[in-house]
């Protein structure tokens, strides 16, 4: 993870499952490629190949509600999804992310836009969007969960930290 | 402020550190489950770990559930990898037929009071029903507990929900959770720890308070922990569990909501086809044509739920036009269904009584599928559409009495009037 984000807005809706759009799940026979080709296509056709690696996804509540493959998150990462933004997101896909290095902010989405250039400060807890004069704190991640995506996910992190000390 | 029991647990595997709701906690954990549905993908973590040596692997069990008996060659080869890992990695293994992993952890002796205890299954909430932590992981978090022996957590916000009577006969466990899914709606309880207290819950055995934990992942739980009393822990010794170590909710806990439900008066309870949280009285759908009933699941097919179907349909006969599959939860309960005479009772009923497992819940493993248009009435845990293999075909959910009932006459029937008191197996 780093710490200071910088990207381009997309945006996306509430409720957002992320087994049904990001996995191949219901895609039998296809790979992850494909599925980060066509991520999104059923609630925003042509999403993915608009997006560009480092971008940001804004989206409703509960993004990746009832969604419970990491598979989900490595297709969000292969599409270089820098992190994502809404006011809350499924508890499964909140474990995934951190645990496969997506960052994630918890924060209420109001004057965010398509294609605004937001910039993300994960270890401060703010969010900026400059030519709106846009500035909003959220609270930001445990160090340990900070730690976790620095290191790019759990097993690099255990790797590097086996006892789960960051000190 | 006061601790729940979520948060009592938590803070006692994180090394006793004062936690409340929200926080994040690293925590010991005491056993692991993987299904193999997840299992390749958590072999898969595993295998990034350079690790060759994973100390915690004996707290591990791996269960061939899901696919049992295996329906195609790469699910045939992913018990083989499964059992491979188990031998070499000393972890123990339920092969195809022992049961359905959330059934067969408690049997095993895997768990007790106070523990923590994570699968890869959003059902691993069934282990609150023994005074445990049990919530749902992916395989990623598996390979850490393997590797490492802890896990991170975030503490979710409690909710008491207080059962105030004892449940009359012909209503079960079962329905309470309807009735919630119809108060709360599917999402209700989303993230939250549930805590079920109250006479409602004392006066249940075992079984039944496993439903209502398993079942509380349909309202979006991550966990549904009960107290534990005498019963539980008659169970676990019986069951050799480790030496339980009891956890009580302080009295000034913090809850974000508090709710009562009058269990004297719940009616039996049906979920409509396609969604879990349409719930009516059974009454209301009474008269309903049925064609296909099943009565199995981690939901509801242990032996107080095939008692039930037994003491409807023992002397009788399915109505004519009727399928009716029961698979039991665990080869343990189906030796027992053996030994009390179920098995025959049901299969002089013209039941299908199978193996354990879980192929017959999701269309797994294809052999309960209803053709266009039939009406399924199941004791599962799921009826969205398709669930069964046959988007055309709504499915009923409702408790094994009441889909015992619907066999019998072949259309919806309220099962009160086959019981004058509570009955267990
Ligand atoms: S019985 Fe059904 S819900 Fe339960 S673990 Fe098996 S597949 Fe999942």
């Not at chain 2, 072999?43 to 008996?69: E, F, G, N, R, W």
């Not at chain 2, 188990?86 to 106070?114: F, M, N, R, W």
């Not at chain 2, 590797?147 to 207080?162: A, C, D, H, N, Y």
């Not at chain 2, 966990?223 to 676990?236: G, N, R, V």
Request: hydrophobic share 45%.
């Amino acid at each position: 993870m780093k710490t200071l984000i910088v990207g381009k807005i997309h945006l996306l809706g509430e409720k957002i499952n992320t087994d049904l759009h990001c996995s191949t799940k219901y895609l039998p026979g296809k790979d992850s490629a494909y599925a980060a080709k066509h991520a999104f296509d059923g609630v925003s056709p042509g999403f993915a190949t608009s997006f560009a690696t480092g971008d940001v996804i804004v989206a409703g509540s509960d993004f990746g509600i009832n969604s419970s493959r990491e598979q989900a998150i490595q297709v969000l990462r292969l599409m270089g999804v820098a992190a994502v933004i809404a006011p809350s997101f499924g508890r499964q896909f909140f474990r995934n992310a951190i645990n496969n290095g997506l960052s994630l902010v918890e924060a209420p989405i109001e004057g965010l836009s398509q294609g605004d250039e937001v910039s993300l400060d994960l270890q401060e807890g703010q969010l900026k969007v400059e030519k709106k004069s846009l500035v909003r704190s959220f609270s930001a991640l445990p160090t340990f969960a900070q730690a976790i995506l620095n290191a790019g996910g759990l097993i690099p992190f255990l790797e590097a930290h086996p006892d789960w000390s960051i000190h | 402020m006061g601790l729940t029991l979520v948060e009592k647990i938590l803070s006692s595997h994180a090394g006793d550190i004062p936690v409340k709701a929200g926080d994040m906690v690293v925590a010991n954990v005491d056993f692991a489950m993987m299904h193999d549905a997840r299992a390749p993908n958590a072999l898969k973590m595993i295998q990034k770990l350079k690790a060759s040596h994973l100390p915690y692997a004996k707290q591990t069990a791996l269960v061939l559930d899901h696919h049992s008996p295996p329906q195609n060659i790469e699910a045939a080869n992913a018990h083989i990898a499964m059992r491979a890992f188990a031998k070499q990695q000393g972890s123990h293994l339920y092969d195809t037929g022992d049961g359905i992993c959330h059934q067969v952890l408690p049997e095993g002796g895997h768990l007790s009071c106070g523990d923590l205890v994570v699968g890869t299954d959003t059902h691993s909430t069934t282990y609150g029903a023994f005074n445990a932590l049990g919530t749902g992981v992916e395989g990623t978090d598996v390979a850490a507990v393997l590797m490492t022996g802890k896990l991170w957590f975030k503490v979710p916000q409690s909710m008491r929900i207080e059962l105030l009577a004892p449940l009359p006969p012909g209503v079960w466990a079962k329905d309470v959770t309807l009735s919630l899914l119809k108060r709360l709606g599917a999402e209700g309880a989303n993230y939250r720890s549930l805590e079920y207290v109250g006479e409602g819950v004392s006066a249940m055995g075992i079984d039944e308070r496993m439903t209502l934990s398993n079942h509380a992942a349909e309202l979006g739980a991550k966990a549904a922990i009960l107290e534990a009393d005498e019963k539980t822990l008659a169970w676990l010794k019986a069951h050799g569990a480790r030496e339980p170590r009891v956890v009580k909710a302080d009295s000034d806990a913090g809850y974000v909501e508090r709710l009562s439900v009058d269990s004297a008066h719940l009616a039996p309870q049906l979920a409509r086809g396609h969604q879990i949280d349409d719930v009516c009285d059974v009454g209301e759908m009474a008269g309903q044509k049925v064609d296909l009933a099943f009565v199995g699941t981690c939901t509801n097919g242990r032996l107080d739920d095939i008692a039930q179907v037994v003491h409807i349909l023992k002397g009788r006969r399915l109505a004519s036009g009727v399928r009716m599959i029961v698979t039991p939860a665990s080869r343990h309960i189906y030796l027992e269904a053996l030994r009390l005479g179920y098995v025959e009772a049901l299969t002089r009923a013209g039941v299908m009584v199978e193996p354990a497992g879980c192929g017959a819940c999701a269309n797994i493993t294809s052999h309960v599928i209803p053709g266009d248009q039939q009406v399924v009435i199941s004791s599962a845990n799921r009826n969205f559409k398709g669930r069964l293999g046959n988007p055309s075909s709504p499915i009923l959910i409702g408790s094994a009495a009441t889909v015992a009932a619907a066999a019998l006459t072949g259309k919806v029937t309220d099962p009160r009037e086959f019981f004058v008191d509570r009955i267990y197996a």
